[in-house]
């Protein structure tokens, strides 16, 4: 549905200068987008093309008379009490991984919303400066212990090596992954919700920016969460899921990520858990585009960017070095039992002089034990060799 309200079709014109935030909130191109957000909310594609084409506040001064109610100076006072501001696009602050999403077509033909037409932003951090080293973390609210464990290790693992954390402070695996962080909110910032998180979205605002997209003072209806995942998955350079089971929300976020073309990683849980379920799905219905993970370095080895992450490094075992015959010798001997010079000869069709001129070494380096009716491998020993004797 059109916004202008007009049958004929106004030439596009180019939309006007966007101030950086903290410049000139009352330009008619910022004003225009807080009242087309107001009205209209981010599931109207259809008005942010319009805008695309035509500019903000041609779109709004054709679509104001319907929306007699709509103030953008009430919006911004609103922001302005809780020390929120307006970033729209073009600002400095403008999280630019955002217009991906303006470049994507509707699924199935249809219209999902794309980038949001502005953005509020409660906290001191710049949203775009965060963006850029960015990962959003994501899963059910009913995690398990081993869910909320894992995303609070990787979330501060991750932060550790300077990465933000992007989640949407929910209960579960959102709020255990939260620290260096931006939190995507589905209702305005000054709402905090859920209700019992208030204290950690108002540290989160301390250190970092809770973000929204949504006008102040608007409470989070049911479907504005799953339109909320859309700016969590563009946020992220890569969408890590650590718990979610077949309909969690959790998988809504994935989805755009698919959709964005960003790196999808799941953490895989226990077989038994329907926690876990929508993981282990992904991994097996996605594998082309899932990559399993368990821990931080796994997933900087995935985002990194090329030659800022070190490889794991080869760990040498007690068998390197080692000639093949010498490691067909140990692997011929049995794990926990003793073998006899006689019967180990056999099994690798040597002389028993010869074997016992190579056991004599082995003895040495503590990978062989001889002991009453013969010899054992010891803990160090049993490290399986890779090589055989053809």
Not at 215 to 243: C, H, K, Q
Not at 324 to 333: H, K, P
Request: hydrophobic residues 45%.
């Amino acid at each position: 549905m059109s916004a202008r309200g007009e049958s004929a079709e106004p030439e596009p014109v180019r939309p006007g200068p966007i101030e950086a935030a903290g410049g000139d909130a009352s330009s008619p191109e910022r004003l225009a987008r807080v009242a087309l957000s107001r009205a209209y909310g981010p599931e109207r594609r259809a008005v942010a093309l319009e805008v695309g084409r035509f500019g903000a506040a041609a779109v709004w001064e054709r679509a104001r008379a319907a929306h007699p109610g709509v103030d953008p100076h009430r919006d911004l006072e609103a922001a302005a009490r809780v020390g929120a501001r307006l970033v729209c696009p073009g600002d400095p602050q403008w999280p630019t991984s955002l217009d991906a999403l303006d470049r994507l077509p509707g699924e199935r033909g249809g219209a999902l919303p794309g980038a949001p037409l502005c953005l509020w932003v409660h906290g001191p951090a710049d949203p775009q400066a965060l963006a850029a080293r960015s990962v959003a973390v994501v899963g059910c609210r009913a995690a398990t212990g081993y869910g909320l464990h894992l995303a609070g290790e990787i979330a501060f693992d991750l932060a550790e090596r300077g990465w933000t954390i992007v989640s949407g402070a929910a209960f579960g695996i959102d709020a255990a992954a939260h620290g260096r962080t931006i939190a995507v909110l589905a209702g305005g910032v000054d709402v905090p919700y859920p209700g019992a998180h208030a204290g950690l979205l108002a540290e989160i605002a301390d250190v970092g920016a809770v973000i929204s997209e949504i006008a102040p003072g608007t409470p989070p209806f049911r479907r504005r969460f799953l339109t909320r995942n859309r700016v969590i998955a563009a946020l992220g350079r890569a969408t890590v899921i650590v718990e979610a089971g077949l309909r969690s929300g959790a998988l809504n976020t994935v989805a755009h990520a698919r959709r964005l073309g960003r790196q999808v990683l799941a953490v895989p849980g226990p077989v038994t858990s329907s926690t876990s379920a929508g993981c282990h799905r992904l991994l097996r219905d996605f594998r082309e585009q899932t990559t399993l993970v368990t821990s931080a370095d796994d997933i900087c080895e995935e985002i990194a960017d090329i030659g800022s992450f070190a490889g794991r490094e080869n760990v040498r075992d007690a068998r390197d070095g080692l000639s093949a015959i010498v490691r067909e010798l140990l692997d011929a001997m049995p794990a926990r039992a003793t073998i006899g010079l006689s019967a180990l000869a056999g099994a690798v069709r040597l002389r028993p002089q010869d074997v016992l001129a190579m056991l004599g070494p082995l003895v040495v380096e503590g990978l062989v034990d001889a002991v009453p009716g013969g010899y054992r491998l010891t803990e160090l020993g049993r490290a399986p060799s890779t090589t055989r004797r053809q």
